[in-house]
T-cell receptor, first 114, second 116 residues
Framework: AQTVTQSQPEMSVQEAETVTLSCTYD???????LFWYKQPPSRQMILVIR??????QNATENRFSVNFQKAAKSFSLKISDSQLGDTAMYFC???????????FGGGTRLMVKP | NAGVMQNPRHLVRRRGQEARLRCSPV?????VYWYRQLPEEGLKFMVY????????ESGMPKERFSAEFPKEGPSILRIQQVVRGDSAAYFC??????????????FGSGTRLTVV
Protein backbone atom coordinates (compact mmCIF):
# COMPACT_ATOMS: atom_id res chain seq x y z
CA ALA A 1 0.00 0.00 0.00
CA GLN A 2 1.14 3.54 -0.64
CA THR A 3 0.58 6.49 1.64
CA VAL A 4 0.96 10.26 1.38
CA THR A 5 1.24 12.49 4.44
CA GLN A 6 0.92 16.25 4.66
CA SER A 7 1.79 17.30 8.18
CA GLN A 8 0.74 20.94 7.92
CA PRO A 9 -3.05 21.32 8.02
CA GLU A 10 -2.83 25.11 7.61
CA MET A 11 -0.21 27.60 6.54
CA SER A 12 -0.21 31.33 5.97
CA VAL A 13 2.16 33.62 4.14
CA GLN A 14 2.37 37.30 3.37
CA GLU A 15 1.87 38.36 -0.21
CA ALA A 16 5.16 38.36 -2.19
CA GLU A 17 6.86 36.08 0.36
CA THR A 18 7.95 32.47 -0.13
CA VAL A 19 6.29 29.46 1.49
CA THR A 20 7.11 25.76 1.50
CA LEU A 21 4.52 23.02 1.88
CA SER A 22 5.68 19.62 3.11
CA CYS A 23 4.81 16.17 1.84
CA THR A 24 6.19 12.74 2.67
CA TYR A 25 5.16 9.50 1.07
CA ASP A 26 5.73 5.79 1.20
CA UNK A 27 5.71 3.31 -1.65
CA UNK A 28 7.42 0.03 -2.43
CA UNK A 29 7.67 0.91 -6.11
CA UNK A 30 10.86 2.24 -7.65
CA UNK A 31 9.17 4.16 -10.45
CA UNK A 32 6.34 6.55 -9.73
CA UNK A 33 5.04 10.06 -10.25
CA LEU A 34 4.41 12.79 -7.71
CA PHE A 35 2.01 15.68 -8.10
CA TRP A 36 0.89 18.81 -6.38
CA TYR A 37 -2.70 19.85 -6.97
CA LYS A 38 -4.35 23.12 -6.02
CA GLN A 39 -8.01 23.25 -5.01
CA PRO A 40 -9.39 26.80 -4.72
CA PRO A 41 -12.83 27.50 -3.24
CA SER A 42 -14.33 26.76 -6.65
CA ARG A 43 -13.43 23.12 -5.88
CA GLN A 44 -11.67 22.63 -9.22
CA MET A 45 -8.58 20.40 -8.92
CA ILE A 46 -5.75 22.14 -10.76
CA LEU A 47 -2.44 20.45 -11.48
CA VAL A 48 0.38 22.65 -10.20
CA ILE A 49 3.48 20.58 -10.82
CA ARG A 50 4.55 17.03 -11.64
CA UNK A 51 7.73 15.06 -10.92
CA UNK A 52 8.88 11.72 -12.29
CA UNK A 53 10.73 9.72 -9.64
CA UNK A 54 13.47 8.65 -12.05
CA UNK A 55 14.40 12.27 -12.73
CA UNK A 56 16.85 13.73 -10.25
CA GLN A 57 16.28 17.29 -11.38
CA ASN A 58 13.61 19.09 -9.40
CA ALA A 59 10.60 20.20 -11.44
CA THR A 60 9.86 23.91 -11.81
CA GLU A 61 6.82 25.73 -13.14
CA ASN A 62 7.14 29.50 -12.99
CA ARG A 63 6.80 30.46 -9.30
CA PHE A 64 6.33 26.84 -8.21
CA SER A 65 9.18 24.45 -7.60
CA VAL A 66 9.68 21.21 -5.74
CA ASN A 67 12.39 19.76 -3.54
CA PHE A 68 12.33 16.05 -4.33
CA GLN A 69 14.37 13.91 -1.93
CA LYS A 70 13.87 10.34 -3.13
CA ALA A 71 15.85 8.63 -0.39
CA ALA A 72 13.95 10.50 2.28
CA LYS A 73 10.65 10.09 0.37
CA SER A 74 10.00 13.78 0.65
CA PHE A 75 8.37 16.04 -1.94
CA SER A 76 7.92 19.63 -0.79
CA LEU A 77 6.40 22.47 -2.80
CA LYS A 78 7.90 25.94 -2.75
CA ILE A 79 5.80 28.90 -3.84
CA SER A 80 7.79 32.03 -4.52
CA ASP A 81 6.39 35.56 -4.70
CA SER A 82 3.09 34.38 -3.23
CA GLN A 83 -0.02 35.95 -4.71
CA LEU A 84 -3.52 36.31 -3.29
CA GLY A 85 -4.75 33.92 -5.95
CA ASP A 86 -2.56 31.19 -4.48
CA THR A 87 -4.97 30.93 -1.53
CA ALA A 88 -6.32 27.38 -1.75
CA MET A 89 -6.04 23.83 -0.48
CA TYR A 90 -2.94 22.09 -1.77
CA PHE A 91 -2.80 18.32 -2.15
CA CYS A 92 0.24 16.16 -2.67
CA UNK A 93 -0.42 12.96 -4.62
CA UNK A 94 1.44 9.82 -5.67
CA UNK A 95 0.89 7.60 -8.69
CA UNK A 96 2.73 4.31 -9.15
CA UNK A 97 3.93 3.65 -12.68
CA UNK A 98 1.84 0.53 -12.98
CA UNK A 99 -1.01 1.70 -10.81
CA UNK A 100 -4.47 2.85 -11.59
CA UNK A 101 -4.95 5.58 -9.05
CA UNK A 102 -3.66 8.67 -7.36
CA UNK A 103 -3.15 8.49 -3.61
CA PHE A 104 -3.69 11.88 -2.01
CA GLY A 105 -2.47 13.44 1.19
CA GLY A 106 -4.90 15.14 3.55
CA GLY A 107 -4.14 18.59 2.20
CA THR A 108 -2.69 21.87 3.44
CA ARG A 109 -4.85 24.97 3.53
CA LEU A 110 -2.75 27.94 2.40
CA MET A 111 -3.83 31.49 3.11
CA VAL A 112 -1.98 34.33 1.39
CA LYS A 113 -2.40 37.55 3.33
CA PRO A 114 -2.24 41.02 1.77
CA ASN B 1 -11.06 21.37 -26.19
CA ALA B 2 -13.42 21.16 -23.23
CA GLY B 3 -12.16 19.71 -19.98
CA VAL B 4 -13.86 17.06 -17.90
CA MET B 5 -17.52 17.95 -17.55
CA GLN B 6 -19.43 16.80 -14.50
CA ASN B 7 -23.08 17.33 -13.79
CA PRO B 8 -24.92 18.19 -11.80
CA ARG B 9 -22.66 20.47 -9.82
CA HIS B 10 -24.86 20.15 -6.77
CA LEU B 11 -27.26 17.35 -5.99
CA VAL B 12 -29.58 17.04 -3.02
CA ARG B 13 -31.20 13.71 -2.26
CA ARG B 14 -33.34 12.45 0.57
CA ARG B 15 -32.25 9.35 2.41
CA GLY B 16 -33.23 6.26 0.46
CA GLN B 17 -33.27 7.94 -2.96
CA GLU B 18 -30.89 7.25 -5.81
CA ALA B 19 -28.12 9.59 -6.94
CA ARG B 20 -26.75 9.55 -10.48
CA LEU B 21 -23.58 11.52 -11.18
CA ARG B 22 -22.40 12.07 -14.75
CA CYS B 23 -18.94 12.61 -16.15
CA SER B 24 -17.88 13.37 -19.72
CA PRO B 25 -14.10 12.96 -20.09
CA VAL B 26 -11.79 15.14 -22.12
CA UNK B 27 -12.23 14.35 -25.82
CA UNK B 28 -9.78 11.61 -26.72
CA UNK B 29 -9.38 10.36 -23.15
CA UNK B 30 -10.45 6.76 -22.75
CA UNK B 31 -9.63 6.34 -19.05
CA VAL B 32 -12.02 7.60 -16.38
CA TYR B 33 -11.57 7.64 -12.61
CA TRP B 34 -13.94 8.50 -9.80
CA TYR B 35 -12.79 9.93 -6.47
CA ARG B 36 -14.67 10.91 -3.33
CA GLN B 37 -13.75 13.81 -1.09
CA LEU B 38 -15.18 14.04 2.40
CA PRO B 39 -15.11 17.49 4.07
CA GLU B 40 -11.60 18.62 5.02
CA GLU B 41 -10.01 15.48 3.58
CA GLY B 42 -8.08 14.52 0.48
CA LEU B 43 -9.59 12.66 -2.44
CA LYS B 44 -10.00 8.90 -2.14
CA PHE B 45 -9.96 6.62 -5.17
CA MET B 46 -13.16 4.77 -5.90
CA VAL B 47 -13.07 3.21 -9.37
CA TYR B 48 -11.18 3.22 -12.67
CA UNK B 49 -12.94 2.48 -15.94
CA UNK B 50 -12.17 2.24 -19.60
CA UNK B 51 -14.84 2.13 -22.26
CA UNK B 52 -17.36 -0.58 -21.30
CA UNK B 53 -14.99 -2.08 -18.71
CA UNK B 54 -14.39 -1.67 -15.00
CA UNK B 55 -10.64 -2.05 -14.52
CA UNK B 56 -10.23 -1.40 -10.79
CA GLU B 57 -13.05 -0.95 -8.30
CA SER B 58 -11.01 -1.56 -5.18
CA GLY B 59 -12.12 1.74 -3.64
CA MET B 60 -15.83 1.28 -4.21
CA PRO B 61 -18.11 0.34 -1.32
CA LYS B 62 -19.37 -3.19 -1.86
CA GLU B 63 -23.02 -2.24 -1.70
CA ARG B 64 -25.20 0.49 -3.22
CA PHE B 65 -22.43 1.95 -5.42
CA SER B 66 -21.91 1.16 -9.08
CA ALA B 67 -20.17 2.78 -12.03
CA GLU B 68 -20.26 2.42 -15.77
CA PHE B 69 -18.60 3.93 -18.80
CA PRO B 70 -20.64 2.90 -21.84
CA LYS B 71 -19.43 2.87 -25.40
CA GLU B 72 -21.48 5.98 -26.06
CA GLY B 73 -22.21 8.67 -23.54
CA PRO B 74 -20.80 9.79 -20.21
CA SER B 75 -19.55 7.75 -17.32
CA ILE B 76 -22.14 7.34 -14.57
CA LEU B 77 -21.58 6.87 -10.85
CA ARG B 78 -24.75 5.55 -9.27
CA ILE B 79 -25.51 5.46 -5.58
CA GLN B 80 -28.63 3.62 -4.55
CA GLN B 81 -30.54 4.18 -1.31
CA VAL B 82 -28.34 7.07 -0.25
CA VAL B 83 -27.50 7.64 3.40
CA ARG B 84 -26.18 10.75 5.17
CA GLY B 85 -22.65 9.33 5.12
CA ASP B 86 -22.67 9.49 1.31
CA SER B 87 -22.65 13.28 1.48
CA ALA B 88 -19.39 14.32 -0.15
CA ALA B 89 -17.88 15.84 -3.27
CA TYR B 90 -17.45 13.30 -6.05
CA PHE B 91 -14.76 14.01 -8.61
CA CYS B 92 -14.24 12.50 -11.99
CA UNK B 93 -10.88 12.56 -13.76
CA UNK B 94 -9.76 11.38 -17.16
CA UNK B 95 -6.43 10.59 -18.72
CA UNK B 96 -4.91 9.60 -22.04
CA UNK B 97 -3.33 6.49 -20.60
CA UNK B 98 -1.87 4.99 -17.48
CA UNK B 99 1.55 4.39 -16.07
CA UNK B 100 4.37 5.77 -18.15
CA UNK B 101 1.97 7.10 -20.76
CA UNK B 102 0.06 9.13 -18.23
CA UNK B 103 0.83 12.80 -18.49
CA UNK B 104 -1.41 13.68 -15.62
CA UNK B 105 -5.06 13.53 -14.86
CA UNK B 106 -7.60 16.19 -15.81
CA PHE B 107 -10.20 16.64 -13.11
CA GLY B 108 -13.74 17.86 -13.34
CA SER B 109 -15.18 20.40 -10.90
CA GLY B 110 -16.94 17.72 -8.93
CA THR B 111 -20.50 17.05 -7.88
CA ARG B 112 -21.37 17.92 -4.32
CA LEU B 113 -23.91 15.43 -3.04
CA THR B 114 -25.93 16.36 0.01
CA VAL B 115 -28.16 13.76 1.59
CA VAL B 116 -30.90 15.18 3.79
Amino acid sequence: AQTVTQSQPEMSVQEAETVTLSCTYDTSESNYYLFWYKQPPSRQMILVIRQEAYKQQNATENRFSVNFQKAAKSFSLKISDSQLGDTAMYFCALHNNAGNMLTFGGGTRLMVKP
Amino acid sequence: NAGVMQNPRHLVRRRGQEARLRCSPVKGHSHVYWYRQLPEEGLKFMVYLQKENIIDESGMPKERFSAEFPKEGPSILRIQQVVRGDSAAYFCASSVGTGSTNYGYTFGSGTRLTVV
